[in-house]
């Protein structure tokens, strides 16, 4: 089984993506033998009103619940973003958030991030932090866009040590980084096997329960992730852990 913690549907405004719709999304999915994925609207990123592309993700993926798993898209900055919230999760059946700090252009440690935080946190759902979109060295000159840092990332697990964190796109995340109470998973499309061993360093720091299957998709092509999961030199029941079950646990998804 495979979970894809890391995938997307709608609009880019820079490029055109292939397979960016649920249909076409699916059909990656069944190409590469992947099994249920996580999603976000691209919309919500660019959106006046995120909410709207959190609307449009209920009406493309309600048919599909048994494999596409939405995640909302909240801007705090925004005039009711708490009706949102609620209606992302209760209303939507939506089963998490995946923040975007840097194209919302807020920070992580303002009052209005707190406030979502820590509104996601008592609901007991995960939060997906995106170090990362799109790599900086083909981007187009109005996506301005910065990368997470590790370090801000450290102080947002510190100030909420209990929410259940997903960090999509993660590269330089160390235990240190990470306060010992606190649940984090690394989702590992950026890292790699071979050459630099992020992987299995993150293992050898850290623990395989920090590790997630994701591909980027449709910015990336899920080939190289496949490929990672294949070539990893680990026991059955460690890539398990990092193909689905870190995820699936994360996130409450039956076996």
Partial sequence: MIIDVNTWIGHWPFR?????????????????????????????????????????????????RDRLIPFATINPAYPGWLDDL???????????????????????????????????????????????????????PWDLADDLRSDKLAETFSRFPRIKWMVLNGIGIQPRHIPEECSVIVE??????????????????????????????????????????KILDEPTHIKDCIAWRNAAEMVGIPN
């Fill in 188 to 229: 590992f499309s950026r890292m790699t096997c071979v050459l630099q061993q992020n992987v299995q360093e993150l293992m050898r720091n850290g623990s395989s329960r920090m590790l997630a299957f994701g591909s980027g998709m449709p910015f990336k092509a899920p080939g190289p992730s496949i490929l990672k999961l």
């Fill in 16 to 64: 055109p993506l292939r397979n960016r719709t649920a249909e076409q999304l699916l059909m990656q999915m069944d190409k590469y033998d992947i099994d249920k994925a996580l999603v976000s609207s691209i919309n919500a990123m660019f959106y006046k009103n995120a909410h709207a592309g959190n609307e449009e993700l209920h009406r493309s993926t309600k048919n599909f």
């Fill in 86 to 140: 609620h209606e992302s999760f209760e209303s939507f059946g939506f089963k998490g958030l995946r923040l975007q700090p840097e194209y919302h252009r807020y920070d992580l440690g303002s009052s209005e991030s707190m406030a979502l935080i820590d509104a996601t946190g008592q609901m007991g759902l995960p939060v997906q932090l995106p170090m990362r979109i799109a790599d900086r060295r083909q981007r187009h």
